[in-house]
T-cell receptor, first 113, second 110 residues
Framework: EAQVTQNPRYLITVTGKKLTVTCSQNMNHEYMSWYRQDPGLGLRQIYYSMNVEVTDKGDVPEGYKVSRKEKRNFPLILESPSPNQTSLYFC????????????FGPGTRLTVL | SQKIEQNSEALNIQEGKTATLTCNYTNYSPAYLQWYRQDPGRGPVFLLLIRENEKEKRKERLKVTFDTTLKQSLFHITASQPADSATYLCALNYGQNFVFGPGTRLSVLP
């Protein structure tokens, strides 16, 4: 089944404790992206990747890191999480970028205390 | 400043009627505009994509229009059903970025 998977689905952590949210797709898509969704602010793009070893900032990259060492994986790294990073996070992929539909993962609900 | 607006935060309509949702943008020149459906607690699901040189796109009961002069897209659901109740998001490209609107929560009342 074609899908985007994220892990973990739920995470409660404390300020400053490094964490990684994994994202994987099995559709051989070139483009992958991370979003956060907050009430009243909608979906905002954090980082995106056009292909392996190519990443670019979205609208809200501060406090986040990503890497794209393999085509299928695009982990999101929070080196020193803070409470303002409490949010619902979505990973997405598309075949070749903005001219194609995006497939979204199920979401990761992160709480930073 | 750059902005995407969707007509209203919430829209209630009667079953069987046509729902019309609006997406307006300022200071963007998108080549592509997409519409997604999102159910509570789940990731958005793609519905339709329309290109800047296309006026209209249809898929079953869905229709999207794109007016680059007015900087507006309209999304129509005809013969609406309670199962169409969800939040609908428009998204446009800004270079290789995707930018999403805030969404409209549609409720179709039986």
């Amino acid at each position: 089944e074609a899908q985007v998977t994220q892990n973990p689905r739920y995470l409660i952590t404390v300020t400053g404790k490094k964490l990684t949210v994994t994202c994987s797709q099995n559709m051989n898509h070139e483009y992958m992206s991370w979003y956060r969704q907050d009430p009243g602010l909608g979906l905002r793009q954090i980082y995106y990747s056009m292909n392996v070893e190519v990443t670019d900032k979205g609208d809200v990259p501060e406090g986040y890191k990503v890497s794209r060492k393999e085509k299928r994986n695009f982990p999101l790294i929070l080196e020193s999480p803070s409470p303002n990073q409490t949010s619902l996070y979505f990973c997405a992929s598309s075949l070749a970028g903005v001219l194609n539909e995006q497939f979204f993962g199920p979401g990761t609900r992160l709480t930073v205390l | 400043s750059q902005k995407i607006e969707q007509n209203s935060e919430a829209l209630n309509i009667q079953e069987g009627k046509t729902a019309t949702l609006t997406c307006n943008y300022t200071n963007y020149s998108p080549a592509y505009l997409q519409w997604y459906r999102q159910d509570p607690g789940r990731g958005p699901v793609f519905l339709l994509l329309i290109r800047e040189n296309e006026k209209e796109k249809r898929k079953e009961r869905l229709k999207v229009t794109f007016d680059t002069t007015l900087k507006q897209s309209l999304f129509h659901i005809t013969a609406s059903q309670p199962a169409d109740s969800a939040t609908y998001l428009c998204a446009l490209n800004y270079g290789q970025n995707f930018v999403f609107g805030p969404g409209t929560r549609l409720s179709v009342l039986p």
